[in-house]
Nanobody, 115 residues
Framework: QVRLVESGGGLVQSGGSLKLSCTAS????????VAWYRQAPGKERELVAS???????DYRDSVKGRFTMSRDIRKNTVYLQMNSLTPEDTAVYYC?????????RGQGTQVTVSS
C-alpha cells in the first residue's frame, strides 16, 4: 500500500514562511511525478508545484519566486518551502504522487495565513 503523509502546515502571519513535507511509504523516486496541490474553501483544487522523477520542477505563476519544491531521496520526502505567504495561500495542501496512471494522494495539511 502506497502512502503519502504530509506535515508542516500551521498558522502563520502574512509575510511568513512554512515548510511542508511529504513522506512516501516507499521510494519517492519511484513516482513519475510528485506534486503539491491546494484547495481553499469553496474553490477548486489547484496545482501548486510539481517535480518529475528527474528532478525538474514547475510552479504555478502565483507562487513562482516564493515557493520552492525540493526532495531528499534518502528520506523518501519532498518538501515545499513557502515564503512571503499571503492570505490567498490559505488552503489545505495535498501531496500527490503518480505511479504510471495511478494517482496517490495524502491526507492534506492545513495552511492558514493571517493578515
Amino acid at each position: 500500500q502506497v502512502r503519502l503523509v504530509e506535515s508542516g502546515g500551521g498558522l502563520v502571519q502574512s509575510g511568513g514562511s512554512l515548510k511542508l513535507s511529504c513522506t512516501a511509504s516507499g521510494s519517492i523516486s519511484s513516482f513519475k511525478v510528485v506534486a503539491w496541490y491546494r484547495q481553499a474553501p469553496g474553490k477548486e483544487r489547484e496545482l501548486v508545484a510539481s517535480m518529475t522523477a528527474g528532478g525538474s520542477t514547475d510552479y504555478r505563476d502565483s507562487v513562482k519566486g516564493r515557493f520552492t519544491m525540493s526532495r531528499d531521496i534518502r528520506k523518501n520526502t519532498v518538501y515545499l518551502q513557502m515564503n512571503s505567504l499571503t492570505p490567498e495561500d490559505t488552503a489545505v495542501y495535498y501531496c500527490n504522487g503518480y505511479l504510471g496512471t495511478v494517482e496517490y494522494r495524502g491526507q492534506g495539511t492545513q495552511v492558514t495565513v493571517s493578515s
